[in-house]
């Protein structure tokens, strides 16, 4: 898809469809109101009619309006004019670009709704191209006839009021640009089953990402350079798989020379059966989800690569199967990590925070400014916050921080659960150094208690994306967060103009 922003009068520019929000009791917005005014109050004429409200969802096509360029009009609802938000805005775009994609259309132009604010300017045109990409995104290569859209949307503009307001819009659709094929990268792994999705494709494909990218860096470690290092618990899990375990490692040096890197750590767990202490069958297809925190490291790095980022970045990525197997982890086992201490495998389905472990013991060598591990660690977070925000931990209040920001102006929220010492308790075991389950109450926050005990050496956060890495039901599929609040995060972190 391509994106820029125009200038000038919304009337005279050749598009195959103009689209135009409207507010709630029928409100125009300035550039729309210009437009009807140009045109002879057609949209004005419609919205008497009635049919067409203007709440977030509605949808309205007017055909060969006169004294237009456009082939179209397509009014669309902007709900309620006090709770408008950048993210709704997309939100309610989304139905807009989803039945253009469907016509004939090949191109459209949206009318910007705010008049002067540069930031707000740049906020909903990243919003606006987030609402293309998911509209005009399809999962059917695994489907031995697809039937895509004859005409599909290939270009999105956005009309906007004055020079200045132009060019952040253009910075926007550059990063904009660049997030979205890091969205579409990690949703295509996500999607695709575990029989296909194995370590070794996913180290195949970060390899692919490399390929001829001079500032970006991929290596594989296989599992007898695993060994060598003493990754002993990571080793645990596949054991019981006939799929060798990857650990991938990313390097972009986008950056001075001498400055530290961020970090990326992503659970790659490319099906997760939960091993002997295997989990109900009722959607278990789901658990080839379990590699999202991998898969959006990866998009992440597609994204920075891409804006050509000045930053220096390491994605670690330890993938592996979690299958039971007569050489599977048992209850009660024992394993070293590569850090030294000793884990006692209570319970086989906790598997993501031993291979995490150690990678994050991997990822000291790198020196690194700052960790974000990111998993779909626990079930116990969708309990608690559900599909709209990312579990967040830390134990640097700075860095939880920045992130808590930049998912609150991305809307790629995150929410901040407590590290006490107090719960570290619930990890003793009687015969290891730590459990690898905490027991009743807090299982997200003792996760990231394991964790805690790995990540001493940096300034770390971890989120846990099992509740919005990916939807159920019938809309089931990969939703390509949290690449949105990873890139914010690293945006701001390279202060590059947003
Ligand atoms: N991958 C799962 C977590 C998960 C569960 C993500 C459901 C998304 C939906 C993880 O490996 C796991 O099985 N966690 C266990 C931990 C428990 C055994 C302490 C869980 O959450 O049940
Ligand atoms: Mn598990
Ligand atoms: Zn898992």
Excluded at 219 to 234: A, D, P
Excluded at 330 to 341: A, L
Aim: with cysteine.
């Amino acid at each position: 898809m391509e994106y820029s922003c125009k200038l000038g009068a919304a009337e005279k520019i050749r598009t195959a469809c103009l689209v135009v929000g409207v507010y709630q009791n029928g409100h125009l917005t300035p550039l729309g109101q210009a437009l009807d005014t140009a045109i002879g109050d057609q949209i004005k004429r419609v919205l008497k009619r009635r049919d067409f409200s203007g709440e977030s969802g509605q949808t309205q096509m007017l055909y060969e309006p006169r004294g237009c360029a456009a082939v179209r009009i397509m009014l669309f609802g902007l709900g309620d004019k006090k709770s408008f938000s950048p993210s709704g805005f997309g939100r309610s775009l989304l139905p807009a670009l989803q039945l253009l994609d469907k016509t004939d259309a090949l191109n459209c132009l949206v009318l910007l709704p705010n008049e002067t604010d540069d930031d707000a300017t740049y906020r909903l045109v990243r919003e606006g191209i987030q609402a293309a990409e998911s509209a005009v995104y399809r999962f059917d290569q695994c489907k031995s006839e697809s039937t895509p859209p004859k005409r599909p949307l290939k270009r999105v503009d956005f009309l906007v009021h004055s020079r200045t307001q132009q060019n952040a819009g253009n910075r926007a659709a550059d990063h904009g640009r660049a997030i979205g094929l890091g969205i579409r990268l990690t949703k295509d792994l996500a999607n695709l089953p575990g029989n296909l999705c194995t370590p070794t494709y996913l180290a195949e494909r970060a390899q692919v990402l490399g390929r001829g990218k001079r500032k970006l860096k991929v290596s594989v470690l296989t599992e007898k350079q695993m060994q060598n290092l003493g990754m002993g618990s990571l080793l645990s899990v596949s054991r019981g798989s006939r799929q060798p375990a990857k650990l991938i490692v990313l390097e972009y040096r986008g950056g001075r020379s001498r400055a530290k890197p961020v970090a990326l750590v992503g659970k790659g767990l490319t099906f997760d059966a939960g091993g002997i202490s295997i989990k109900p069958s009722a959607n278990m297809d789901e658990m080839k989800y379990d590699m999202c925190g991998g898969a959006s490291v990866l998009g992440t790095i597609a994204a920075c690569v891409e804006m050509d980022l000045p930053i220096n970045l390491v994605g670690v990525v330890p993938s592996s199967e979690n299958l039971p197997d007569g050489d599977a982890n048992k209850p009660g086992d024992i394993v070293t990590s590569m850090s030294g201490q000793t884990i006692e495998i209570l319970n086989t389905d906790a598997e993501g925070r031993l291979i995490l472990c150690d990678a994050l013991t991997y990822t000291e060598r790198f020196e690194p400014a700052a960790v974000v591990d990111i998993a779909t660690l626990t079930g116990a977070c969708i309990v608690a916050l559900g599909d709209q925000a990312s579990g967040l931990m830390a134990n640097d209040d700075q860095l939880a921080d920045e992130l808590l920001a930049a998912g609150t102006a991305c809307g790629d929220r995150s929410w901040r659960l407590p590290l006490w010492d107090e719960y570290q308790r619930q990890l003793d075991s009687n015969f290891a150094d730590m459990a690898n389950i905490g027991g009743k109450g807090a299982g997200t926050i003792t996760a990231a208690c394991f964790l805690s005990r790995f990540t001493k050496a940096f300034k770390w956060a971890h989120l846990d994306i099992a509740g919005t890495a990916w939807n159920s039901g019938v809309k089931k599929g990969a939703t390509g967060r949290p690449v949105t609040l990873l890139t914010e995060f690293l945006l701001r972190r390279s202060k590059v103009k947003m």
